[in-house]
Structures are given as C-alpha cells and as structure tokens.
C-alpha cells in the first residue's frame, strides 16, 4: 500500500527543491531540480496536475534553464554570437571580434537637457567628477536653446557599441536615451530631474540618481542602485539584483521576473512597492526599523525579509 504524506509535507519538499535550484549555480541541476519540484507541485494537487507540469516545464523551466545556460560559461558568448550573430549585436553586448566598440574623442559643451538617439549598441558611463560629455567623433550632434540631441546615423547592419561619457557633478534637468542594447555604469553625482530610458536590452551596473526614473524595455538585469523619488519600469524580461534608496514608489510591469530588489534606506510612514508580471519569483528586501511598504502585486510570489 502507497504510502501518503500530509500536505505540509509535499509544500516543504517542493520548496526545498525549489530553493535548490534557485542557488545552484549549475545550470542542468538547476532545471533539473526545478522540474522535481514542479512535478511534486502538480502531483500534490491532483487536478489538472497533468496539464501544470506540462505547461510550467515548457514555459518557465526550459526558457529560464536556456537563458541561463547561454549566459554562463558552459557556452563562450562568441558561439552564440556565431549561431545568432544578429541578437548578439543589436543588444550591444557583443564580444566577438565582430563587435566594434568606439570610444569618445571630443569634448561637447553640455545642456541642461540630453537626448541620445542611437540606433547601435550603447555604453554610457556616469562621471561624478566632471562636468563634460565625451563622444565619438562619429555620432551627431545637435542644439535647441539649452538641449543637446546626441544621434547616430542609422544603419540597421550596424555592429557598433557607442560609448559616451556624461559628467554628472552639476545634474541636469532631464535626460532621454533611446537606443538597441544599452550598458549603464558609473555614478550620477547630482540628482537629474527626470531619467527616461526607451531601448531593446539594458544592464545597469551603476548608481542611478533621478527625480523620476522611467525605463521601457524587452530585458533588464539590473545589477546597480537606483535613488529615485518614483521608479516605473516596463519590460519584458527582468533580472534584478537591485538596491533602492529613497524610492516613494515603485511600479514595475513585466512578464517574467526574477531576483531581488533591497531597499537601502528607511522612512518613518510608508511607500508603495507595486509587481505586475505572468510570472516569476521576487525577494524584496527592507530594514527592520523602516516603515511600512504597501504592496500590490500580481503573478509574481514575492517573499519579503526584513534586514
């Protein structure tokens, strides 16, 4: 006779199994594990069990396993770019001999405004301590009154990654970026008034300082700090291991998520902290002697731990 186990039970090995595979770093055990676990997940609730683990292993096991794996060291990044050599440069994060990064050669009088058009790859990076914007010789540039428009020439064939140095140490009133793949790093010394951000693929490994901070975008992998009073991302894909500080607001819609998100600092009375996603796994981070964080989310199992 079978023997049955209580339901407590099932719920604790499926999170221990999930646990493993969410801090393994080896790609196969992880979808390994990550399928036990849903497997045990839809064996637990009998119904449409069958319908569930099919579903869940082809749509969040298998493309969270080929991502991971494509971005680990069992593939080298110049194999994949060989087998799909037009994503691997649109997104600006090639390193194949192929890639062409340009550096900046020219000092431009700056604006209190910045627009960047670039229709290639893009790497900015944020100077605390000058006050220039550096440039390749090869982008264009325009004035209105006291806004400066960056641009480059389009090319759809382009395998360009521009790269643009911005002194932060007097701030600006706005700055839009709009370009394929987009690197972020460096430190925003003087909070900009409004930072909007319109690109395909974004990895932000700097410190973001902004009134308001607005990103749209396919994927993310956040790995820096924001300091902004209102943060509102729009994407696809989003991998975070974000640190926040003095962010009132917070709202983030987007398909799929995973990682966590620390708040850095404390307030006395509350924030908001809004997830809208079809799914995914988020840990969210907050002091113990912060207020209180109003949370809304959806589609998405958070876990909040207090620090």
Same mark, same amino acid.
């Given at each position: 006779?079978?023997?049955?186990?209580?339901?407590? @039970?099932?719920?604790?090995?499926?999170?221990?199994?999930?646990?493993?595979?969410?801090? #393994?770093?080896?790609?196969?055990?992880?979808?390994?594990?990550?399928?036990?676990?849903?497997?045990?997940?839809?064996?637990?609730?009998?119904?449409?069990?069958?319908?569930? /683990?099919?579903?869940?292993? #082809?749509?969040?096991?298998?493309?969270?396993? /080929?991502?991971?794996?494509?971005?680990?060291?069992?593939?080298?990044?110049?194999? #994949?770019?060989?087998?799909?050599?037009?994503?691997?440069?649109?997104?600006?994060?090639?390193?194949?001999?192929?890639?062409?990064?340009?550096?900046?050669?020219?000092?431009?009088?700056?604006?209190?405004? @910045?627009?960047?058009?670039?229709?290639?790859?893009?790497? /900015?990076?944020?100077?605390?301590?000058?006050?220039?914007?550096? /440039?390749?010789?090869?982008?264009?540039? !325009?004035?209105?009154?006291?806004?400066?428009?960056?641009?480059?020439?389009?090319?759809?064939?382009?395998?360009?990654?521009?790269?643009?140095?911005?002194? $932060?140490?007097?701030?600006?009133?706005?700055?839009? @970026?709009?370009?394929?793949?987009?690197?972020?790093?460096?430190?925003?010394?003087?909070?900009?008034?409004?930072?909007?951000?319109?690109?395909?693929?974004?990895?932000?490994? %700097?410190?973001?300082?902004?009134?308001?901070?607005?990103?749209?975008?396919?994927?993310?992998?956040?790995?820096?700090?924001?300091?902004?009073?209102?943060?509102? #991302?729009?994407?696809?894909?989003?991998?975070?291991?974000?640190?926040?500080?003095?962010?009132?607001?917070?709202?983030?819609?987007?398909?799929?998520?995973?990682?966590?998100? $620390?708040? !850095?600092? $404390?307030?006395?009375?509350?924030?908001?902290?809004?997830?809208?996603?079809? %799914?995914?796994?988020? $840990?969210?981070?907050?002091?113990?002697?912060?207020?209180?964080?109003?949370?809304?989310?959806? %589609?998405?199992?958070?876990?909040?731990?207090?620090?």
């Amino acid at each position: 006779m079978r023997k049955r186990y209580p339901l407590t @039970i099932k719920i604790a090995f499926v999170f221990a199994f999930s646990l493993l595979a969410l801090f #393994i770093p080896y790609y196969p055990l992880k979808i390994a594990l990550g399928i036990i676990a849903i497997i045990l997940l839809g064996l637990t609730f009998r119904r449409f069990s069958v319908l569930f /683990i099919v579903l869940a292993i #082809i749509f969040v096991v298998l493309p969270s396993g /080929i991502i991971g794996i494509m971005n680990s060291s069992l593939l080298p990044l110049s194999f #994949i770019q060989r087998v799909i050599p037009y994503y691997g440069n649109k997104y600006g994060f090639s390193a194949s001999k192929e890639n062409k990064k340009v550096y900046p050669d020219k000092f431009i009088k700056s604006g209190q405004s @910045i627009t960047l058009n670039v229709d290639d790859g893009l790497e /900015i990076v944020f100077d605390p301590k000058s006050t220039q914007v550096e /440039i390749p010789s090869e982008l264009n540039v !325009e004035r209105f009154d006291k806004e400066v428009e960056i641009s480059s020439v389009q090319n759809v064939f382009s395998d360009k990654t521009y790269v643009v140095n911005i002194g $932060t140490k007097y701030g600006y009133k706005d700055i839009h @970026i709009q370009s394929d793949g987009l690197l972020l790093k460096g430190k925003v010394a003087k909070k900009i008034g409004s930072l909007s951000i319109n690109c395909d693929g974004i990895y932000l490994s %700097g410190v973001l300082k902004a009134d308001t901070f607005k990103l749209n975008c396919d994927g993310a992998y956040f790995n820096g700090e924001i300091d902004a009073k209102n943060v509102g #991302i729009d994407a696809d894909g989003v991998l975070t291991h974000l640190s926040l500080k003095n962010v009132q607001k917070f709202d983030m819609n987007c398909d799929g998520i995973a990682g966590g998100i $620390t708040y !850095e600092d $404390t307030w006395k009375e509350f924030r908001f902290f809004f997830v809208k996603a079809s %799914g995914g796994y988020l $840990t969210v981070r907050v002091p113990k002697s912060a207020g209180e964080l109003n949370r809304e989310t959806e %589609g998405v199992l958070v876990n909040l731990m207090r620090y």
